[in-house]
């Protein structure tokens, strides 16, 4: 499966982004999609996940309350709401897939988008 990241950008402290994650290639429909995170200095960080069949979700600390994720079966894409945007959201951001009840590791990734926070 081939994935394809956008809707990153420049946004002020307490401001909102949303990131799209479009699968090519195959559906979604047995998969794990993910949004991980690195800052400059920094290692690649888990930010959230969701099962596609199960709806499942799981959210690093860090943006719990904050961020949301969510699937569009429509347009077979993953989205990442976030909200609150504060300066160490500040990362490019990557959203990956794994195949459900495999292996932990994730096998499919897609390009980064940065997402910039600006005092």
């Known amino acids: 499966v081939q994935l394809q990241a956008s809707g990153g950008g420049l946004v002020q402290t307490g401001g909102s982004l949303r990131l799209s994650c479009a699968a090519s290639g195959r559906t979604f429909s047995t998969y794990i999609i993910a949004w991980f995170r690195r800052s400059p200095g920094k290692e690649r960080e888990f930010v959230a996940s969701?099962?596609?069949?199960?709806?499942?979700?799981l959210y690093a600390d860090s943006v719990q309350g904050r961020f949301t994720i969510s699937r569009d079966s429509a347009k077979n894409t993953v989205n990442l709401e976030m909200n609150s945007l504060k300066l160490e959201d500040t990362a490019v951001y990557y959203c990956?897939?794994?195949?459900?009840?495999?292996?932990?590791?994730?096998?499919?990734w897609g390009q980064g988008t940065q997402v910039t926070v600006s005092s």
């Open positions: 969701i099962g596609w069949t199960t709806g499942n979700t």
């Open positions: 990956a897939a794994r195949v459900l009840g495999g292996s932990p590791r994730y096998d499919y």
